[in-house]
């Protein structure tokens, strides 16, 4: 749906700009045509094509649908994700040094059996195998989570430019005319355009480190 959306703007857009079909009569550039459904207050908006209002409508829809995809993603895979792997490495750690604790005082409570029989006992191999595999699985928990954390701060940026660049086109779904000299609004549109291409870059460099 994205897709044929985005080609139906970028469509209307060249069309537009290249004024294709302007002097055929075609009802894309007649503002009479959208005086038939719905009257804009002038003196500028009542000026608005049918194409304008296509274009406007495809832009609304590319600001909605960026503006909720990357506040889920910022909320749901990202900042909410980075929460909870938190509280999962915070239990980690506390189990991890109780673990150790305990370690420390059985290996206490051995050490006074080796001095009061004067031996050493026969469990120390077995002793030494079940500390190897708890190290073994603790390096492969902290892995875990660290590519865990690493995705989620990767879906936090990435959920931050694309609400952002949502945003962003809110300005360019705004209906008004292209054509009034006493409406100028290339300032206003260059902010919109470079303040949407800075938010691209945090998705350019996702890309270029995948």
Not at 89 to 94: G, P
């Amino acid at each position: 749906m994205d897709l044929l959306v985005a080609l139906i703007r970028n469509g209307a857009c060249c069309v537009k700009d290249l004024k294709l079909g302007l002097g055929l009569g075609s009802i894309l550039h007649d503002p009479s045509y959208t005086a038939k459904y719905y009257q804009f207050p002038g003196p500028y908006l009542d000026q608005t094509t049918p194409l304008e209002v296509i274009i406007s409508l495809a832009q609304l829809y590319a600001a909605i649908s960026l503006s909720v995809a990357g506040f889920k993603m910022l909320s749901s895979k990202g900042v909410f994700r980075l929460m909870r792997l938190n509280r999962v490495a915070d239990l980690f750690q506390t189990a991890r040094r109780e673990r150790q604790e305990r370690q420390e005082r059985q290996e206490k409570k051995k050490k006074e059996e080796q001095e009061v029989k004067e031996s050493k006992p026969d469990t120390t191999a077995d002793t030494c195998k079940a500390t190897d595999i708890s190290d073994t699985a603790d390096e492969l928990i902290h892995k875990s989570l660290s590519h865990e954390a690493n995705n989620a701060l990767r879906n936090s940026w990435e959920g931050m430019a694309l609400f952002v660049t949502g945003v962003g086109f809110f300005w360019f779904s705004a209906l008004y005319p292209y054509h009034a000299n006493q409406l100028d609004r290339r300032p206003a549109s260059l902010h919109a355009r470079s303040h949407c291409d800075a938010d691209c870059t945090p998705l350019l460099l996702i890309l270029y480190a995948e």
